[in-house]
């Protein structure tokens, strides 16, 4: 197998893993999909993580020199991105009173995102072109992601759940209507899923661009067309 292969398998592994959580964790819970927009939130997690792997696959279907640099610098970057994030999720729950302040999370997305900048400048700069450095900092940021979702429902789904009493005291279940705190954990822990997942490709379309542009500065006409 390629390392292509081997790399597609391992994240198409942690996607599953993900929706297994996922459903895991609303079985666990009895009548979790009668509270309001419940089942939607379950439907958007594993139907994006679906679309993800349906990706992971056309990706690695494809070939070319350049396409497999884009997908080395995203596998690159984005598991070293995913890796702190995934660090950064386990210290957050682990030593909530030091790794929750805001300064520490400021500081671990701005190096998430410039990971993702990185991508794009290494690919543009090695290839001479923009686009290729744009789709793979999209690209890192997939990897990411998938890395991230799968370590933090396992963190937050199973391993440090919030406890209910903690729950209850935030804002957003108090305007929520569940009435079952600990449901509402499950449920706020898949739309963070969802929403990292979605928002990260978003973002690295901006840090991508970014980076690209400083790689592809300075490379000759001549080289660059």
Not at 52 to 57: K, L, M, N, Q
Not at 179 to 189: E, Y
């Amino acid at each position: 197998m390629t390392w292509r292969a081997v790399f597609a398998f391992v994240l198409v592994v942690m996607i599953a893993a993900s929706i297994g959580m996922a459903v895991a964790s609303v079985e666990r819970s009895p009548g979790w999909v009668t509270h309001p927009g419940a089942a939607a939130i379950l439907r958007e997690v594993w139907l994006t993580l679906v679309v993800y792997a349906g990706v992971i696959v056309i990706v690695v279907a494809n070939c070319g020199d350049e396409w497999d640099e884009e997908m080395r610098n995203a596998a690159l970057f984005g598991s070293i991105a995913g890796t702190l994030e995934a660090v950064n999720v386990v210290l957050e729950n682990a030593i909530p009173s030091v790794m929750s302040k805001p300064a520490v999370s400021i500081t671990v997305m701005l190096v998430v995102f410039a990971l993702w900048g990185l991508a794009g400048a290494q690919t543009a700069r090695d290839l001479h072109h923009f686009r290729p450095g744009v789709t793979a900092a999209v690209m890192s940021a997939g990897v990411c992601m998938v890395i991230v979702v799968t370590v933090g429902f396992a963190m937050e789904l199973f391993i440090f759940p919030p406890s209910p009493g903690y729950i209850e005291s935030w804002a957003e279940f108090q305007r929520s209507g569940w009435m079952d705190a600990r449901a509402f954990g499950i449920a706020n822990t898949l739309n963070s899923g969802f929403t990292h997942l979605w928002m990260g490709p978003l973002i690295a379309l901006v840090a991508g661009s970014v980076g690209a542009g400083f790689g592809v500065r300075g490379v000759p006409k001549s080289a660059a067309g």
